[in-house]
């Protein structure tokens, strides 16, 4: 972990140096993520489950899958299944899974790779370890995030993106002690090839024993920093936190009350950290969610429980059936 790196970061674009006594975001909390199973049973880190919701708008859940390394015959999926109101975003940091869906989406994503599907009105979907995996096992490793729908686009057109390792944008720390692999949103200019429908901020970054890595935020997004493997600290004021563990920036974007003055987060590496680093602008909707859909309302939950039984979440193609 993780596929994607280079020998010499300072190649890369650089991050700026931020300025002499610019104000830092300070950590609210520091959570662990309880382990669960999803789908037939991969293990899976909840690592947003232990923080208040209303800290994590636009982010409903996001699960770590794996780090496993599966014996022959032993690697599982998630079977078909619908969604309403929601993207989800599959980040593969190791191993391969196949995505289906019944609005003609579909492809293999492995080391690197990311999917986005933003489900929208309603779709059926599956992912899957291949065949030739399931047969001769292998690691497995990468993360599921739900960033939620605002109201008003819940019910737009299904949409599939596939992005490709190759297109993530790759930056530099100032001094080259960080690499940062900017999935989807602006970072200093710099933007990732995830198109989203809610403004957010997706990156996976991999910090240098005793480095330290400062990034200018948006100061009406929220910021979320998950450890993938590792040490460190997070914030000015270095509060520790490990493999498995979520740190809730202070500032949640423009809600009346919460707001920042803070305009960077910082990460520092004890030993080799690698970290999910994640926020966005609060949509400040009621939400309801329950199982595959996440809504404004429990009428419209009822609404999309009864669209799924009457098959208008749409169709398992006929040769995948």
């Known amino acids: 972990m993780p596929a994607v790196t280079v020998e010499n970061p300072l190649s890369l674009p650089r991050l700026p140096e931020p300025a002499a006594g610019s104000p830092e975001r300070k950590v609210l909390a520091v959570e662990t993520a309880p382990s669960g199973f999803e789908g037939e049973g991969f ?28 014996a022959a015959g032993e690697p599982k999926g998630t ?50 370890p291949p065949e030739w995996l399931v047969q ?23 949409k599939y993106q596939d992005i490709g390792s190759s297109s993530v944008t790759l930056l530099s720390s100032h001094d080259g002690g960080a690499l940062v692999r900017l999935i989807a949103g602006d970072l200093a200019g710099n933007v990732g090839p995830g198109s989203t429908q809610t403004p957010i901020t997706l990156l996976h970054a991999t910090v240098s024993p005793g480095a330290r890595l400062i990034l200018p935020w948006r100061k009406d997004f929220n910021a979320l920093a998950y450890v993938l493997s590792g040490r460190g600290t997070a914030g000015a004021e ?5 493999d498995g563990q979520l740190a809730v920036f202070e500032g949640f974007g423009n809600r009346p009350g919460l707001a920042t003055s803070g305009e960077s987060i910082t990460i520092s590496a004890k030993d080799a950290l690698e970290v999910i680093i994640l926020g966005g602008e609060p949509i400040g909707e009621p939400v309801a969610h329950y199982g595959p859909f996440v809504m404004n309302t429990r009428d419209e939950l009822v609404q999309a429980f009864e669209d799924f039984q009457a098959g208008k979440l749409g169709t398992i193609p006929a040769q995948h059936a």
């Not at 270095?238 to 490990?242: A, D, G, T, V």
Request: charged residues 20%; negative net charge.
């Open 43 to 70: 293990p899976v880190r909840r690592a947003l489950a232990a923080i208040k919701p209303e800290y994590l708008d636009p982010f409903v859940m996001m699960d770590q899958m794996g780090e496993v390394d599966y």
């Open 136 to 158: 001769q096992g292998g690691l497995f490793h990468g993360i599921q995030l739900w960033v939620n729908l605002p109201g008003a686009k819940k019910m737009i057109t299904p």
């Open 238 to 242: 270095r509060r520790p936190f490990h």
């Open 79 to 128: 079977p078909w299944h619908p969604h309403r109101g929601f993207e989800t975003v599959t980040y593969m940091i190791d191993g391969v899974i196949d995505h289906l869906d019944s609005n003609g989406g579909g492809g293999t994503i492995t080391n690197g790779d990311t999917q986005w599907m933003t489900a929208g009105s309603g779709i059926l979907h599956k992912e899957a």
